[in-house]
């Protein structure tokens, strides 16, 4: 869905292009640290008790379910369960 004039889409890239890559790149990076907030916050709010290794289970169900076959699925988890890193 686009839902954006192309007036605006195009003065949006003309803005965009006269920033420096290194700019583009650490705005492109604050808004994937945003995201990962955003989607913790909604992960503790339906499971107020869930513990900070399960949070990293949870994140992969979030974002990378449907990339991956069931069989795959199931891997990535165990593995996840195995190591037991908290989600940061």
């Known amino acids: 869905m686009n839902d954006t004039c192309s007036t605006v889409e195009n ?3 003309e803005m965009m292009q006269q920033k420096t890559e290194s700019e583009r790149f ?3 990076a604050s808004m994937f640290d945003m995201a990962r907030l955003v989607t913790k916050a909604s ?3 339906d499971n107020p008790d869930i513990s900070p ?3 990293r289970g949870e994140f992969f169900r979030y974002w990378y379910w ?3 076959d069931t069989s ?3 891997k990535i ?3 996840m369960r195995l190591i037991n890193i908290p989600f940061e």
């Open 43 to 45: 992960i503790l709010e």
């Open 77 to 79: 988890l165990e593995a």
């Open 72 to 74: 795959n699925r199931e």
């Open 11 to 13: 003065k949006l890239f």
């Open 26 to 28: 650490f705005m492109g």
């Open 53 to 55: 290794a399960e949070i």
């Open 66 to 68: 449907e990339d991956f």
